[in-house]
């Protein structure tokens, strides 16, 4: 690891962590940042959260906060643009999979919910776009665009293959993210199931609600698969 060496006046020297391992430190703490400004935005909703809340919940003073961000809005613009980012990298892993739509389709679901109740309590990413100023929410309306694109793609293969039912793709789409995101608005962490015993649950009935009739052992399979995971999270 490399370190600096500051000469004192008393003729002493001091060793300071090199740049690398301050800039880790730094990402650290935006971290922090970021995720103490999510939950407060959550809590209290972007207009009635200032600098000062959003400081004191990550344990600084509003002048340290500033250090790391100009104002709250791009706060809430890093939430957003960071949760989108994890999005689009499972969309990514599923698209490149071989294996059942169904199956592929639940792991997208499974990383959405999780992106929304445990990451940066991402739920952000998607409540809260319209007020950002307009070229913040237009670099983000634009990822938001592309995963929704790629989603949508999926679903229409698997329209065209027979293994989904319906034949509006865009509808089928929107139905299946509108049953993901509503479950940022009533989960609570620490309530009786954890995030992961949700996640799993949800999932399966999402996916569920898109697969053909014909398609019962899939459905069945990543039913027992959740089942499976919520037992495991609850030990």
């Not at 990383?111 to 776009?129: N, Q």
């Not at 793609?153 to 319906?166: S, W």
């Not at 609600?209 to 919520?230: C, H, I, V």
Request: aromatic letters at 6%; a positive charge; hydrophobic letters at 40%.
């Amino acid at each position: 690891m490399i370190r600096t060496v500051v000469r004192l006046s008393n003729g002493r020297s001091l060793s300071r962590p090199g740049p690398e391992r301050a800039r880790r430190r730094a990402d650290l703490r935006r971290r922090e940042i970021l995720r103490a400004a999510a939950r407060i935005f959550r809590e209290r909703g972007f207009a009635l959260t200032g600098m000062r809340d959003i400081a004191q919940a990550a344990d600084l003073s509003s002048g340290n906060l500033y250090h790391y961000f100009r104002g709250k809005d791009e706060i809430l613009f890093a939430c957003q643009d960071e949760s989108l980012d994890r999005l689009l990298e499972a969309l990514r892993r599923v698209r490149r999979g071989d294996g059942p739509l169904g199956d592929r389709l639940h792991a997208l679901a499974i990383a959405h919910l999780h992106c929304l109740l445990d990451e940066f309590e991402g739920s952000a990413a998607h409540f809260e776009v319209d007020v950002l100023p307009p070229q913040l929410r237009k670099r983000i309306v634009a990822k938001r665009d592309l995963y929704e694109r790629g989603t949508r793609a999926l679903v229409r293969e698997g329209v065209r293959r027979g293994d989904l039912r319906g034949d509006d793709p865009a509808m089928m789409t929107r139905a299946f993210f509108g049953a993901l995101n509503w479950t940022a608005h009533w989960f609570r962490s620490g309530g009786p199931q954890s995030s992961d015993v949700v996640a799993a649950k949800v999932a399966s009935y999402a996916v569920a609600g898109l697969l053909a009739r014909g398609d019962n052992d899939g459905a069945a399979t990543g039913r027992k698969r959740s089942r499976a995971r919520g037992r495991a999270a609850a030990r």
